[in-house]
């Protein structure tokens, strides 16, 4: 990959990643209003405003953001599975994307309920704010180790190292470090934590 189609390519990465990150916040603010409004026709709006955003705004700038993520690792001496900071940062935005999708229709179901029901059962709507809270918590994740790279080879980047002769590597290579054992050990409390929420809650929503 030349320099300026690299430079193109991160430029495109960003504005999907951050949109993705800005519409979320915007879904957020809107099952926030769901949940506190006393105004039964503003909780309406609310749920098919959560609706049009989720997959005309989220949905597309998601999975543009993994698919331009996955052509910037394999386009560069990074590579895909080469460190863990990369491939932690791809597997968290496989599982926010996936579970994305697979709670659109849910949405779009009480979406559907709110523009039909009676005004005065809309009350028992609540509001859609777990998921977006926790797919918020997931992005600022994968930002941080965006940014800051922390370093870590995995095996394979290390044999891969080794076969290149080391000129393929840009950083020193070492063992997998502290902070990657920590990360794992708080991704999967995170994880568990979500499991649990989502089944005592329903994600934060009553018809999920």
């Known amino acids: 990959m030349t320099p300026g189609s690299r430079k193109l390519l991160l430029t495109v990465h960003l504005v999907f990643s951050v949109g993705w990150v800005g519409a979320v916040v915007a879904y957020l603010v809107l099952g926030i209003s ?3 409004t006393s105004n039964p026709e503003n909780a ?3 749920w098919i405003a959560m609706d049009v955003t989720g997959w005309y705004a989220i949905v597309p700038l998601a999975v543009g953001s993994l698919l331009t993520g996955i052509l910037m690792a394999l386009g560069t001496p990074w590579g895909l599975f080469r460190y863990y900071w990369v491939l932690i940062s791809f597997a968290l ?8 999708l697979l709670h659109m229709p ?7 309920v709110a523009r039909g029901a009676d005004p005065a059962a809309l009350g028992g709507l609540g509001g859609d704010l777990f998921h977006p809270a926790a797919g918020l918590f ?7 180790l965006n940014v800051y790279k922390p370093r870590g080879l995995t095996p394979y980047g290390r044999r891969k190292q080794l076969e290149a002769g080391g000129e393929a590597d840009l950083r020193p290579a070492a063992a ?3 902070w990657v054992k920590t990360f794992v050990m708080a991704a ?15 994600g934060g929503m009553r018809h999920h």
Request: hydrophobic share 65%; glycine share 6%; aromatic share 4%.
């Open 34 to 36: 769901a949940v506190a």
């Open 44 to 46: 309406r709006a609310a």
């Open 93 to 100: 935005t496989i599982f926010s994307v996936s579970i994305l």
């Open 106 to 112: 849910t949405v779009s179901a009480q979406a559907l």
């Open 138 to 144: 997931i992005l600022l994740v994968v930002t941080v």
């Open 176 to 178: 997998p470090s502290a």
């Open 188 to 202: 999967v409390g995170v994880l568990l934590v979500f499991g649990v929420l989502h089944h005592v809650l329903g």
